[in-house]
C-alpha cells in the first residue's frame, strides 16, 4: 500500500469514526422521540421525526459502507496466505443463511480452489457478489451459482445470477462507487461492487460483469494461485 492509500484510508476511518458517533446520537434521541408519541401528537410531526431516524439510518449505513471501502484500501500482499474459497463460501452462506431463506434463494457451487490472499477480504468480496445477487434479483426465488477454473497461472471465479441483468452501458460503471442502476433502490449504500473492485486489484487480478439483459449476470474476478 502506497502512503496515498495509506493516508486515504487513515482519513477514512477516522471520519468514519467521528461521523458514526454523531449519527447515532441523533438516531437514538429520534427513536425515543418517536417512542413516545402519544395519539394526541399530530401525524404530521410522528412522520417527520420517521423521517429523521430513516435518514440517519442511511448515514449510518453510508459510513459503515465507508469504513470496509478504507479497510479494502488497505490490503496489501505482505501477509497473503493460502486461502480455500470453498471454506470462505461455506461461511459466507452460514452468515446469509437467514436473508437466503427468506427469499427461498438456492445457490449451488463447484469445487473451489486454493488461492494466494488476505481471507477475510476475499470473503467479503464473495458476500458482497451473493448480496448484490439477493438484492438485484427478480420476481421468481433466485438462483445463484459459483464456479471457478484455470485462468493462465491463476484462477478466474464467477458468481453468476438469475436476476434482470445489467444494461451493456452500465457493465463497467457498477463498479464506481456509490453508483447505482436507474430505477433500482434499496437499502445498500452503493459501495458493495466498489469495495469488491479494490480488494480484487489489491491481490493482483481484475473483476469485470457480464450480462443479457433479463438473463440474469455473471460476476468473474481473477486471482493468483502462488503467493506475490
Known amino acids: 500500500m502506497n502512503k496515498s492509500d495509506r493516508e486515504m484510508s487513515e482519513f477514512l476511518l477516522r471520519a468514519c469514526h467521528d461521523l458514526r458517533s454523531s449519527v447515532r446520537t441523533v438516531r437514538t434521541h429520534s427513536e425515543l422521540f418517536l417512542k413516545d408519541t402519544g395519539k394526541e401528537w399530530a401525524s404530521g410531526l410522528e412522520q417527520r421525526i420517521g423521517f429523521i431516524v430513516e435518514g440517519a439510518s442511511r448515514i449510518d449505513l453510508l459510513v459503515d459502507g465507508l469504513t470496509r471501502y478504507s479497510v479494502a484500501l488497505q490490503t496489501a500482499a505482505a501477509p497473503f496466505q493460502s486461502v ?26 463447484s469445487e473451489l480452489p486454493q488461492v494466494s490472499g488476505n481471507p477475510d477480504r476475499l470473503m467479503q468480496v464473495l458476500e458482497n457478489l451473493l448480496r448484490n445477487a439477493l438484492v438485484h434479483r427478480g420476481t421468481d426465488p433466485p438462483r445463484i451459482d459459483v464456479s471457478a477454473g484455470r485462468h493462465g497461472e491463476g484462477w478466474l471465479v464467477t458468481v453468476h445470477d438469475s436476476g434482470p441483468g445489467v444494461e451493456s452501458g452500465a457493465l463497467e460503471r457498477i463498479f464506481l462507487p456509490f453508483e447505482r442502476l436507474h430505477g433500482r433502490t434499496h437499502a445498500g449504500a452503493g459501495l458493495g461492487l466498489a469495495i469488491c473492485r479494490v480488494i480484487v ?4 487480478g481484475r473483476i469485470w460483469a457480464e450480462s443479457q439483459e433479463g438473463r440474469g449476470a455473471t460476476f468473474c474476478f481473477t486471482l493468483p494461485e502462488q503467493l506475490l
Open 84 to 109: 480455500n474459497l470453498e471454506v470462505l463460501l461455506r461461511s459466507v452462506l452460514a452468515k446469509l443463511h437467514k436473508e437466503l431463506g427468506d427469499c427461498g434463494a438456492e445457490v449451488t457451487h
Open 201 to 204: 486489484e489489491r491481490h493482483g
